[in-house]
């Protein structure tokens, strides 16, 4: 019986070319565009693995997995991602996810990572400045994360905050009201510090929860 993948990406043509790839090997079994539905389709297929890019819209994959795992998933979660970033891997890790992997990176470690998680190892990308085993260890050392001095819904408001919506959007994608999420926000302001939208903006983009556009050259 073939192994059940589920990717989660916004960049549709990615996810469709890694299916066209994963497909002569694994199942498919669904597409996710944002957090959300990466958490409703992840309890619809319970596939054996995710591979996931962190910052997804709307709510990013590590909030998404720890949620998956409350719910009793036990699906293995994959990073494929453009951020080349120690402290985000060690986060990555210390989240449960069983790898790691660069998008720069080629088939062969995409496929490794899988069967690695599908074995029970750990995968971390070639083009890593330091290896596996100084990340996992430090993994397991450092006693918070960069983004723990926020709980789950606070970093869910500072994401929709960071990515333009506003205070009425933030609510009712939350389904909250409005001054419930004005209240996060100020709660999120007032233990980050911070005093503007620009300041969460930059948090966000520091722990990985939005990323910020490459812009192309031009011709």
């Known amino acids: 019986m073939r192994q059940r993948i589920l990717l989660a990406d916004d960049h549709r043509i990615l996810?469709?070319?890694?299916?066209?790839?994963l497909s002569q090997h694994y199942d498919?079994?669904?597409?996710?565009?944002?957090g959300h539905e990466l958490v409703f389709l992840a309890k619809e297929n319970n596939p054996d693995v995710i591979i996931t890019e962190i910052a997804l819209r709307l709510l990013n994959s590590l909030d998404a997995l720890q949620i998956l795992r409350k719910a009793g998933l036990k699906s293995k979660f994959i990073v494929l991602t453009t951020h080349l970033d120690i402290g985000l891997a060690i986060e990555a890790f210390r989240a449960g996810v069983s790898g790691y992997v660069l998008k720069a990176a080629g088939k062969d470690e995409v496929f490794a990572a899988i069967e690695g998680a599908l074995h029970g190892r750990a995968y971390l990308s070639a083009g890593f400045p330091i290896d596996l085993v100084s990340i996992l260890s430090e993994a397991a050392r450092r006693p918070a994360a960069s983004g723990s001095k926020l709980t789950r819904r606070q970093r869910e408001v500072l994401q929709l905050v960071a990515e333009g919506k506003t205070m009425k959007e933030v609510a009712n994608i939350l389904t909250i009201s409005t001054r419930t999420a004005e209240s996060y926000k100020y709660e999120i302001m007032r233990t980050l510090g911070v005093h503007s939208n620009a300041e969460l903006v930059h948090h966000a983009i520091r722990i990985g929860l939005i990323t910020v556009p490459k812009l192309e050259s031009a011709a």
């Open 15 to 21: 996810t469709e070319g890694l299916a066209t790839l």
């Open 28 to 34: 498919v079994v669904a597409t996710a565009r944002d």
